[in-house]
């Protein structure tokens, strides 16, 4: 199973004493399983975004270490701010998705019990790397827009915990991929 999958279970689809009830149910169940998936897509969509911000990182990572043609570095730039600011839009939208889900599931109730796995499922280490690498990469790309406004002990810092980060994401994600 995807890392970014989350199993549920249905049973008791059966029909409702009046037409109208069931028809309200089934519309409430499809309504759920509507925000389920959209929640699930939304998040496998962040973490592929916060992900692909890795490469541009390496770029401006590069540039921090030895200064690239000006160029270069505002393609990385835009790049990472773009799959940057995807990520945090699409995260915010599998949250909604998520609150929308949890606030129509009582209205099945009538056709279908739905059931999720006890507690939230917790995020793939990969994912949370992946996040922190994100994070990490911020003072780079400050670097990549005005390189006098950061101190270079902080951009080292930066750089140093954005490879660490970036580096055991990758070999979290081979775990995940190969188990």
Do not use: K
């Not at 089934?26 to 759920?32: F, K, N, Q, R, Y």
């Not at 490469?55 to 401006?60: A, G, K, N, Q, T």
């Not at 730039?77 to 009582?106: D, H, K, N, Y």
């Amino acid at each position: 199973m995807p890392f970014c999958c989350e199993p549920f279970y249905a049973s008791g689809m059966g029909s409702a004493t009046s037409p109208r009830e069931g028809t309200a149910g089934e519309e409430a169940l499809a309504d759920v399983l509507r925000a389920l998936f959209a929640s699930q897509r939304l998040n496998c969509a962040t973490v592929a975004y916060a992900q692909g911000s890795a490469l541009p990182s390496l770029v401006l990572w590069v540039h921090a270490q030895r200064p690239l043609p000006s160029l270069v570095v505002w393609i990385a730039v835009l790049a990472w701010a773009v799959f940057t600011l995807l990520a945090l839009s699409l995260g915010i939208a599998a949250r909604r998705q998520r609150t929308r889900l949890w606030a129509l599931l009582p209205a099945t109730r009538r056709v279908a019990r739905v059931e999720f796995p006890a507690g939230e499922r917790s995020p793939a280490a990969s994912s949370i790397l992946s996040s922190l690498a994100v994070v990490a990469a911020g003072p780079l790309w400050i670097h990549g827009l005005a390189p006098h406004h950061v101190s270079p002990p902080l951009l080292a810092a930066s750089g140093v915990s954005w490879l660490g980060l970036a580096t055991f994401s990758l070999g979290a994600r081979c775990l995940e991929h190969w188990s």
